[in-house]
């Protein structure tokens, strides 16, 4: 099963990423197993020079694993292929009822705009057909539907409505989970 996915898509600075902290807190207390994928600039980095992993990669591995007990991570250089699209990570991710992607603009699933006026950016939409919303901290009308940045409980419902998760799988069960579990949090199973 691949998880359903949701986007969050705007300019830099725009506070998709602080918008993200607040929506995991309210879709996990729901008991939904949500993972995220964050596009980043080309030249990121998550190891440290000098690791052992970094060292790895550095001698020219294309491919590090580190595994512990609590977590592990799986590196992999493209040595010059394309990056993959989001189809291709989403198959790593077929452990989680909903997956929060961060970037991909031009990803084919259901996007929620972040715009704001200070940023100094046009709005997305309507050129992005894709995107089915916006947050903002201004009072704007559009044709679909627009959040208030800092109500996050109310755009988590709308996700959750539009994507189908009201019926979700939890755990290898099944929670409904209605819009007063997303104000609160919580979800009966």
Same mark, same amino acid.
């Given at each position: 099963? /691949?998880?359903? *996915?949701i986007?969050i898509s @705007?300019?830099?600075?725009s506070?998709?990423?602080?918008?993200?902290?607040?929506?995991?807190? /309210?879709?996990?207390?729901? @008991?939904l197993? %949500?993972g995220?994928?964050?596009q *980043?600039r080309s030249?990121? !980095? %998550? !190891?440290?020079? @000098?690791?052992?992993?970094?060292?790895?990669?550095?001698?020219?591995?294309?491919?590090? &694993?580190?595994?512990?007990s609590r977590?592990?991570? &799986?590196?992999?250089?493209?040595?010059?292929?394309?990056?993959?699209?989001?189809?291709?990570?989403?198959?790593?991710?077929? !452990?989680?009822?909903? %997956?929060?992607?961060? @970037?991909f603009?031009?990803?084919?699933?259901?996007?929620?705009?972040?715009?704001r006026?200070?940023?100094?950016?046009?709005?997305?939409?309507?050129?992005?057909?894709? /995107?089915?919303?916006?947050?903002?901290d201004?009072?704007?009308?559009?044709?679909l539907? %627009?959040? !208030?940045?800092?109500?996050?409980t109310t755009?988590?419902?709308?996700?959750?409505?539009?994507?189908? &998760?009201?019926r *979700?799988?939890?755990?290898?069960?099944? *929670?409904?989970?209605?819009?007063?579990?997303?104000?609160?949090g919580?979800?009966r199973?």
């Amino acid at each position: 099963m /691949i998880a359903k *996915a949701i986007g969050i898509s @705007g300019p830099s600075g725009s506070g998709k990423t602080t918008l993200i902290q607040k929506l995991l807190p /309210i879709f996990t207390g729901l @008991g939904l197993r %949500v993972g995220t994928v964050k596009q *980043a600039r080309s030249d990121f !980095d %998550v !190891d440290q020079p @000098g690791k052992d992993s970094w060292r790895h990669r550095d001698a020219g591995a294309v491919k590090v &694993l580190v595994s512990s007990s609590r977590r592990w991570v &799986l590196m992999s250089e493209l040595d010059g292929d394309p990056e993959p699209d989001i189809e291709s990570h989403m198959e790593h991710f077929a !452990d989680c009822d909903l %997956v929060v992607v961060e @970037g991909f603009k031009r990803a084919r699933i259901p996007t929620i705009e972040v715009w704001r006026a200070a940023v100094g950016r046009p709005i997305l939409h309507p050129a992005d057909p894709g /995107i089915i919303a916006i947050a903002t901290d201004q009072k704007i009308y559009a044709p679909l539907p %627009v959040f !208030d940045l800092d109500a996050p409980t109310t755009l988590a419902s709308f996700i959750v409505g539009r994507l189908g &998760l009201g019926r *979700a799988a939890v755990h290898g069960r099944y *929670a409904a989970i209605e819009a007063a579990d997303v104000q609160s949090g919580t979800a009966r199973a």
